[in-house]
Structure formats: C-alpha cells, structure tokens
C-alpha cells in the first residue's frame, strides 16, 4: 500500500527554500510513498464568522487532503523565532469543524533558513502546537537547513548532498512510522 504523505511550508516566496526542500523531497522519496505538496496560498485567515457562515471551498478541499493523508511533512520558516502566519493559519482551519484533520498523523518536521540555526527555533514551537492539534511528530532526525542560501542552486534545486541525505532518512523515518515500524 502506498503510504500517501502531505506537505505543506508557511512560506508564500516565489523563491522560498521551504517550498524548495518540499520539491526536493519529492525527488528523494522512500519507494511506495507519494508526496503532494498543498497549495496553502488561498486559504483566507481564519475568523470564526466566516466559519459560522459557511467554510470556504478551498479550506473544505484542503482538510479533505490532510484528512485522506497517511502523514504529513512540513518545511516551516521561522519568522521572529517561530512559525510563520500563513502555517498557523492553515493548521487552525485543519483542527476545525469538530473533525481535527491533524489528529493521529505522524508527522516530520524540516526547517530552512539562511541563519546558522536553520529555523530550530520555529521548529520548538510548532513542536508546542502539535500537541493540542495531536499531530505526532517524529523526535529525529532533526533537518534544519542551515545557510539554505548556500544548499540550494538558482532553479531552486537542492544541491548540498548531506541536507539531502538528511532529507531522505527523514522520509524514510515518516514512513516506518506511518507503518507502524518506528525506528530506534
Ligand atoms: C518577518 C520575518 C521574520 C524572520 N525571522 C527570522 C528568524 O527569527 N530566524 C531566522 O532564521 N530567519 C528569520 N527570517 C528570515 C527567513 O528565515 C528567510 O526569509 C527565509 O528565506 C524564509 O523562508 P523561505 O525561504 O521558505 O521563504 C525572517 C524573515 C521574515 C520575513
């Protein structure tokens, strides 16, 4: 059985090395995965009015997505030591409607930044959330991309072989998990 994964980053850059890791993944996959990343960029800011009068399409479609997945995978920004707007919004709406599409899923965690920390901190904060979302975040390996500007080619290609082995065990980690095969 293909074990389905969903990625998602907080990053709306054209540009973004989030979005870039994401891509990379693809290429690096575990055999009997797939990985679709989800487009994040329409999903409104979360206000309760709006969810009172009716959830728009676009958030309906997309806990559908998270809902059917097997696992996710997100490569989060940090903006001033934590997770950008953009991804809290969208777990928000996930954790909605009396059906939280997080709860149970395993989840791996990578990071990008240029800084020397690599988005650590970003990730220690949405480690917190996981918990009320009941997401289940794998503990290791720990992916954080430092420098990304230095790991990434001007097509957005991830070109530092470490950061792609680290990618891979990361992947393969989601899976034995989502198969109910955790590693050491
Ligand atoms: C509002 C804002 C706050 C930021 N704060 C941090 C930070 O706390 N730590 C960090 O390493 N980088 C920080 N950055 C820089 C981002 O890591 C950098 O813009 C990165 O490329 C964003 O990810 P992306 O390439 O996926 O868009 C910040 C950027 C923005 C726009």
């Known amino acids: 059985m293909t074990i389905k994964i969903v990625g998602l980053t907080g990053s709306l850059r054209r540009g973004s090395?989030?979005?870039?890791?994401?891509?990379?993944?693809?290429?690096?996959?575990?055999?009997?995965?797939?990985?679709?990343?989800?487009?994040?960029?329409?999903?409104?800011?979360?206000?309760?009015?709006?969810?009172?009068?009716?959830?728009?399409?676009?958030?309906?479609?997309?806990?559908?997505?998270v809902k059917t997945a097997d696992a996710i995978l997100i490569a989060t920004p940090e903006y001033n030591y934590s997770i950008p707007p953009v991804l809290k919004n969208a777990l928000d709406w996930g954790s909605r409607g009396g059906d939280n599409s997080w709860s149970g899923k395993p989840l791996a965690i990578m990071s990008a930044s240029p800084g020397l920390l690599g988005g650590a901190r970003a990730q220690y904060h949405l480690r917190q959330v996981c918990v009320i979302?009941?997401?289940?975040?794998?503990?290791?390996?720990?992916?954080?991309?430092?420098?990304?500007?230095?790991?990434?080619d001007?097509?957005?290609?991830?070109?530092?072989?470490?950061?792609?082995?680290?990618?891979?065990?990361?992947?393969?980690?989601?899976?034995?998990?989502?198969?109910?095969?955790?590693?050491?």
Do not use: C, W
């Open 154 to 184: 001007a097509e957005g290609r991830l070109t530092d072989d470490y950061t792609r082995k680290a990618i891979s065990k990361l992947l393969q980690a989601l899976v034995d998990q989502a198969q109910g095969r955790p590693q050491d």
């Open 133 to 152: 979302l009941n997401l289940q975040p794998l503990n290791k390996p720990e992916v954080f991309i430092m420098s990304a500007h230095t790991k990434f």
């Open 17 to 65: 090395f989030n979005m870039a890791s994401l891509r990379a993944a693809q290429e690096l996959l575990p055999e009997g995965a797939s990985l679709e990343i989800l487009d994040v960029s329409a999903i409104p800011f979360f206000n309760e009015d709006v969810e009172k009068e009716g959830v728009p399409q676009v958030v309906v479609d997309f806990k559908a997505q």
